[in-house]
C-alpha cells in the first residue's frame, strides 16, 4: 500500500477532541449486508466465549487503569508510562512488543497469513503538565483523576482485548496491531500516528482509534486545525518613565479583539467551525512594559475551505494590531510580530459507505445502540486524510470532566466499550 510523509512541525498547545454527532445515512440494502455479518461472527461460540470473558473480567482491570493513570504522561513526556504498558502487554504474552523512534508502544496479534492488517490505537499522553497531581481517587463507582478517562482507560481497554483473545483462543486470519501512541494531545499534534504512516512504516489497512465516552459515536469525519503562537516584541521599559513606547501586551490584546469580532460572524454559519485562545503569557511585572506577549490559539472546522476564511481572519487581525500599535507610539522602537505555526491536524471524510464503517454501525446496533455519525479530532485524523479507512469509537464506561482537574471515569456497562471494540476489529481482520 501507498506510504506518505507527513510535514513536520514544532508544537505547544493542548487539545481537546471534539466530536459533533449525526445521524448516519447509510444505504439499507448495504446495512443489512453488514449486519446480518456481523450477527453471524458475534454467535460463533468462541466469540461469545471472550464476551462472556470480558464481562467478567472487567473489574480486574481497575488496578491496571490506576497504575497507568499515576504515571504523568504529557505530550513529549510519556516515556516512563509507554515502558509501564510494554511490561503490560508482555505480562499478557504478547510476544512482538516493541517501542519505536517516537515513543509509540507496538504489540502485533498474528493472524493465520491474511495479508490484511488492522491498527487500534489508544494515546499514551494527558494533556496535564508533568507535575500535575494524578492520584486516583474512589467515590462510590467513580474513579476520580486527571487523565484517568482520556485516556488511561483507552489504554485499558486494548489490554482487555488482548486478555479475551488469548483466553477465547481466537485465532485472526489478518494482524492486529496494537499502537499506544505518543502525541495524540495538542502539544504532540498526533506525532505518533504521523510516524506510523512515515514513509516505511508499518503496512496499516485500517485504523480504529479509542478515544471518548460515547457508545453511540462512529467517527467518519476528521476536523482539521490550525494552531499558532503568536507573539508581539518590543524593547520594554518603565511603565510610567518609559510610557508611550509600544507595549506588546496591548497589542495582542487588540489582535485578539479584532479577531474575536470577525470570527464570531464566520462561525454562526455554514460548517461547524470554532476558535479558542488557550494560553496567554509574557511581561515581568505589573510595572513593566513587557518586552514579549504571546498567545497560542486553536482554530478548527470541519470544512478545509472554512479553516482558510477563519486562517484569514486571524492574520489580518494580527497584520491590523500590529501597525495600529507602531504608528500610535510617541516614542521608541517599532513592535514586531511572529507567527509560529505550531501544529496542523489534516481533515479528511471515510465515505459512509466503507465497510469499516458499515461494520462500525452494525457492531454497534449489534448491541441495542443507535449508532451516530460523527466528527472529531483525534488520531484517526492521519489515516483518514491519507484514504486509508479509519474510525474512533468508545473507550467504553461513563465519564466526564474531560481535560480537567475534576476528571472522572465511571465502569458502569463498561465491558460493551471492550466487546464492541473486539467485535468490530474481528470483523475487519477476520476470524479462522
Known sequence: ?????????????????????????????????????????????????????IATGERASDRQLITLTEIPAPPFGEAVRAQQYAQMLRDLGMKEVAVDEVGNVLAYWRGSGGDHTVAIVAHLDTVFPAATDVSVRREGDRFYAPGIGDNSRGLVLMLSMIRALRDAQLGTRGDILFVASVGEEGIG????????????????????????????????????????????????????????????AHALASAIHYFTMEASDLVQTGPRTSYNIGRIGGGTSVNSIPFESWAEIDLRSEDPDQLQVLDAIF?????RSLVEHNESRTRGQALTVQVK????????????????????????????????????????NVPIARGIPATTISRGGISGGAHSLGEWWSPRNSELGVQKALLLTLASVGLE
Open 189 to 248: 499534534d498526533l506525532r505518533g500516528v504521523k510516524h506510523l504512516f512515515r514513509e516505511g512504516g508499518p503496512d496499516i489497512d485500517e485504523l480504529i482509534a479509542v478515544d471518548g465516552g460515547n457508545d453511540a459515536r462512529v467517527l467518519n469525519h476528521a476536523i482539521g486545525s490550525y494552531r499558532y503562537r503568536l507573539s508581539f516584541s518590543g524593547p520594554g521599559g518603565h511603565s510610567w518613565g518609559a510610557f508611550g513606547m509600544a507595549n506588546p
Open 1 to 53: 500500500m501507498p506510504r506518505f510523509v507527513l510535514p513536520g512541525f514544532t508544537f505547544v498547545l493542548a487539545a481537546f477532541a471534539v466530536c459533533a454527532l449525526a445521524d448516519p445515512t447509510a444505504d439499507s440494502a448495504h446495512d443489512t449486508d453488514y449486519s446480518a455479518e456481523i450477527l453471524a461472527l458475534a454467535e460463533r461460540p468462541e466469540v461469545r466465549k471472550a464476551f462472556d470473558l
Open 315 to 319: 492574520q489580518r487581525a494580527v497584520s
Open 341 to 380: 505555526a505550531i501544529g496542523r491536524r489534516p481533515s479528511g471524510k471515510v465515505a459512509t459507505q466503507t465497510p469499516l464503517i458499515q461494520r462500525a454501525l452494525a457492531v454497534t446496533r449489534y448491541f441495542g445502540i443507535e449508532p451516530l455519525l460523527g466528527s472529531g479530532s483525534t488520531d484517526a
